[in-house]
């Protein structure tokens, strides 16, 4: 079986990020497989989208060494540090089903070292929710915005907050906005300028962009 | 010719606006006959979408009874009396690429008699815009809104006034929002309760929903 | 968790309608959080899409506190009103399918002091069943339409009533009707002039468009 | 050049249609190779799509030849005899802009001998005007709709008439309903039962499947 | 419950097809309430879309009143008598899994007194198959064909009979070609001329237009 | 300017096909850079889509060099050696519109030495004009298909030839069919086993496709 | 039953590749008849999309029958002979998700004698582990690549190695890449020349693809 | 006029970039208005999506208050002070059709302060175009990535390079790439960690994003 998977040992050096283990597509064997890789190289790592089926189906061995958050649907493999100084990152949710996706990246950030500030249920339709915290969000280097449904929010706070906005379109919503594509095609066609997009539900990627982006200080 | 044109005469004693002629698909040889029709019948109409070129063509008979004007291209036939009383519709709208479908609202309520209060150019990337003429758009009965891009002018009115709010996506963008389709599905999505949508450009649609809301003290 | 979750307190105050509950996206643990925070309040609320499961989830003390409605979906918490008057909003129904998302309006005008009369069933492929109601319809401010499939009942009513015709799509029907969508670009599409859509599903929004349109009278 | 076409001469005894000639795609060379390949074998053809550019592009000996109506942009190459009895198939369009799809339904039906009976511009806005010839319309074993926007007229006139009722999409309208894509939902999603549908704009197709239908007494 | 189910009673006069009750959103209670008020009627009906779930779940005394086929999905309430006469329509499916859909034809054919020949699993690729049969689909005054994937058979035949072909697209595929999608706008773009076009998987629909089809020698 | 166009030079050498210049959204200030590049390196080079505008906007010069042809809107810069062999390429199209598709994968077999027979206009509507070849079609290696419309061409043709099969989608057609997106989809669905499929117009990739095929022979 | 099944037995003599059985749409009444009706002629077949549930659902007998293989969800039907020489046929993965298709595609070409050689997880996000491949790589002449997400590992190996590049795009991925449509549109717009497209998941089909172009050296 | 042009004066100072003007939907009457308001503001302005032709219509006097670049159709409205230090941005473009995006992104940068390094034509099927330059990109803090077609450049840079990547899709293309459509999906589906997305052709906004992330180091 380990064979069949290719360790991307050397992305930490190559790019800052090591490679994280997208659990979505994977069965319990092969996922146990990729632990014990892992585990023979000593690499910590990142699981992403591991549901608590997935979770609750690996061996008493492996599930010990995993510290799994269920909202989330995350796991760390081997030890985390705590952060090493106050958040730069706020997160900022639209509705409550937003969170699982917000808690992805903010697990995603806590992995490599990166405490966040929580904004959550500050939906745009209640505007004074995000009103009274600009002044809060503005002090931020990057914000990550999460939301779902017509995704109104990216505009918003772009519009308000000089930080980078990372805006992460989320799969909450029915009719036109099922599957988070009404709030993609907001947080891409924004009139707020230099919004950061990934895909539907990609806290993870979110959390990559701003990783990149708190990095910048040590070029050159 | 003639009875290839079957006006609708009884539309304005069944709902209370008459037939309007949309002259988007038809030839001009096809629109003379469709005016000749209605000038033997004595009746006024309004026409919408008469491109520049579609009026240059007619009669100059023809275009001496229309009242043409180009940016909304719309045109009165017959008389159209001064609006009876204060504006009772409020039209906004986020960029100036938006006035085109506005103006086709402003001319469909002038034709009925309304008169309208505008508010251009206030897009969500600059909020104060918005929020500086809360106040003033909360007591209008109904506030129309026209918006392309990403559409999250919607959401924003819609959480700040209590007037019925009518949502007009533009056609205004590129890229995922080419021809209006991401300003239609946020206002389709909007997390605000209550937003009336119209077809994309739809300003004429969007008039005879203020039409028929403002008419509503009269029943019973 | 209760930081998690922000009420819009003000909202009544600033557009009439006080924030509804979207259980969609909930888990249980949040839905109680959050109908705790409503109780300790002291607000009253109306949720929509509280699926039979969830309400069998909660605990004995909040279900006692719901008036629930499993064929809309809906839950009171807090005491309701009987209507002040006669129904002043028509309800009008394609198919069976779509009495659910009619429900859903109907509850949510009822939690605003507003009666609905009821006209089900009334397809367009049996015209007559819409024909012998139109003198009926007619007296209607609002005319609310619930309906799936090519959803021409849209365009027929709107061109018999002078109210003001809210459109609901509904996701029923299979092959190019999946999901509402022809029933959804039918609405917006008509022919008949002043028709205003909402999303698909979406009884609630409907409401909330008749609520905005029936408060008219009151402005100024 | 005539290589690159191949008649098929033998469509006419296996299907009872001739090959038609779509001008559509075809450069002005092509065409006078077509056309001067179907004269050398002596056939007659009916040509679909040919615009006037086109056809002024010919030369004066092969627009000699061609019978061209430029509304349906069709052209006959050899003679057409007159109908041999009354019309059996009715044509009903919704709009100004469905005429020139109506037509070309119309130009087929003569190529092949049977006339038509002409109901056109009764949108369903105004629905009277299909009321009013309902005794007219359930007389024909055929009725072909042609109809833009949102299509509501296939379902009101297939819930009316016995006959065999031929839906043709037209790529009239704007916004969600450009290219005809929601009309062709709606004639597809109908619910009344039994519509035939063609592809947007199709009127030759229509008019192929009345032809096959009207043949079928001849049948065994 | 009753007043929420319209029985159209009249339709089989007006058009010669009575009401089907359709029963995919509908539940066992609104499913019992048409029934039992059909019964009261002392109509006889077609059921479509019954799963067995939904036939199970009726009383006895229901389900002893029908004659339930658990492939095609239909239901007989009431009496069905023999064919009069020949197989006067040809069913053509492409693969196995477009036999439920045909079978829908096949019994709402039966229900309105309609035999059937059955040419089943003649898919493309094989063309002999197909071919083999030519001169005995020739025979018929109408072909049903249901096919998926890529729905290349719906040419094929067209290209080979004088009957009228009616194309069911099936939701059999994946890929590009889930849910029906492929095969159906090669149905609606077919370059034999008069396909028939009814929606993804409606069977039913196919075979009301072989019925009004079938029904046109009785006209005038 | 360039430094603005980097050449792939060592493409022939690692897979056996030098860079084409795609021409397609060049201005011709760059195309002309682009060759001029290509002179200085004494490289020879087809280019595909260069229109006939482009063509005829070339300096004299640069014109002489190449030899251009407006059909297939390719030319060749530098010398072309005459094909080496007999053909080992059958070219198929379904009608005249898929010429200009089908040239441009001959112009570029052309340009790599290998010779096609072509085999026009056989749609799928007259079968015995596939039939008819399905002998001398069986023979070849390869068989390039271009069709629009519906593209049943290609499942016909890959059930009756045991060569590789390449589907060149083709973007005639209208409605449904815009674009040649039912082409596509037929293409990829298709029932018949093993159909490489290119994008929609892409003659001079079914080329490659068919240039990597035939030297498998060389391999080991 | 077996008159609903008709196996094309001339395929393999036709087009060199004996029909396989799709199970995906077929009841375990049908698979049964279609085991049958193959013992019965004797003949051997490949079984592909089997799910586990079906294949526990047959009877022991015709289990006993077949030699299933759970991952790629095939099963051979009869005698399957080692492969008669070492691999010709690449077989590359981009990430654990993909492995199913792959496997689908190596057991289709192992029912035909041919071996493979896997390249398993070496996605474009760690480059390295596709170079090191690339001389590995290019002495294949064909090379069947499966990727699901954006797919970019089709165009970097069609770029880096000289055989026939077949592409399966694979249904792993969620929002904008959701059902493998990012994937699929990817290989079509490959910027890399000849790359040969299979519909979505269709492992079978590029095995066969496969099939036809490494039997070219054996035409003329 | 001005009334109907509201300048957000207050966005430098809130998000530190001022309000752009975006040409592409304003008449030269609104062009002018515009100008005319910034010009007596005392405001500088970068426009962009200006026209040669809306260049050309503007007066002698505006014109001379512009410097206008036609390749990325920009116009700076004041002075442009040079860059005050050495690039802290790499312009990637896989073809020349994106040059005219990227340059977009150039011009937006200067109007800015910043200055860039161009890395232009190095698309993924020639590989080394982009390996030789991994060193060198790899010393830039972002990375700008303008490409059409598949867009796999963006997921083999965001693999090589640990700097912020912002990925700008290309309207270059045809078939299922048109509209840059297939590039978007690429972007946002990368197997890449941390790309940051932007809408297609949005060469102003990934400037933005840029400038956003480049100022990081000044908070706090």
Excluded at 16 to 21: K, N, Y
Excluded at 51 to 60: F, G, I, R, V, Y
Excluded at 199 to 220: E, K, S, W
């Amino acid at each position: 079986m380990s064979s069949l998977f290719v360790h991307d040992t050397d992305r930490a050096r190559r790019i800052g990020l090591p490679e994280a283990i997208l659990c979505a597509s994977k069965t319990v064997d092969q996922l146990a497989a990729v632990l014990n890789a892992l585990l023979a190289e000593g690499s910590r790592a990142l699981l992403t989208r591991l549901t608590p089926e997935q979770h609750a189906a690996l061996s008493d061995d492996l599930r010990r060494r995993l510290h799994y958050d269920p909202i989330s649907r995350t796991a760390f493999l081997g030890p985390v540090a705590p952060p090493s100084g106050p958040p730069r990152v706020a997160l900022v949710t639209g509705g409550t089903g937003d969170q699982r996706v917000a808690e992805e990246a903010a697990r995603t950030l806590a992995f490599h070292g990166e405490a966040v500030e929580r904004h959550y249920d500050v939906g745009v339709a209640g505007l004074w929710r995000v009103l009274r915290r600009r002044e809060a969000l503005a002090r931020f280097p990057v914000v990550i915005v999460c939301a779902g449904m017509e995704g109104a929010l990216f505009s918003v706070l772009a519009g308000l907050v000089p930080g980078l906005v990372v805006a992460v379109p989320v799969s909450a919503g029915y009719g036109i906005a099922e599957g988070g594509r009404a709030a993609l095609s907001s947080a891409l066609a924004s009139c707020a300028p230099g919004v950061a997009v990934v895909n539907i539900d990609n806290g993870y990627g979110a959390a990559c962009v701003a990783l990149r982006a708190l990095r910048i200080a040590t070029f050159r």
